[in-house]
Nanobody, 114 residues
Framework: QVQLVESGGGLVQAGGSLRLSCAAS????????MGWFLQAPGKEREIVAA????GADTSLKGRFTISRDNVKNTVYLQMNSLKFEDTAVYYC???????????WGQGTQVTVSS
């Protein structure tokens, strides 16, 4: 079992930056692909970025960068040039196969004021 706890969300003005953190406990993340997702009000949850143990990463938003610290068992999402439409609850999740995500955090709210 993997427990994931996100932090770093909050209220920021458009154009600003935030760094989200996802701390894992229970197991090492070495076997897991880690992903960040967002869910905007009234919309489906969608993937933002994912990263493998090796550090190979995919980001679907050019303004966002995913990284991981394998020693600290923590994954980060650096979000720059934030826009109003980035407002959402952001979740981190862990996957063994990179497709189905087995473990989820509780989410952290990001609100961007225009």
């Amino acid at each position: 079992q993997v427990q994931l706890v996100e932090s770093g969300g909050g209220l920021v003005q458009a154009g600003g930056s935030l760094r989200l953190s996802c701390a894992a406990s229970g197991r090492t993340l070495s076997n897991y692909v880690m992903g960040w997702f967002l869910q905007a009000p009234g919309k489906e949850r969608e993937i933002v970025a994912a990263i493998r143990w090796s550090g190979a990463d995919t980001s679907l938003k050019g303004r966002f960068t995913i990284s991981r610290d394998n020693v600290k068992n923590t994954v980060y999402l650096q979000m720059n040039s934030l826009k109003f439409e980035d407002t959402a609850v952001y979740y981190c999740a862990a996957s063994l196969d990179g497709n189905h995500y087995d473990f989820w955090g509780q989410g952290t709210q990001v609100t961007v004021s225009s």
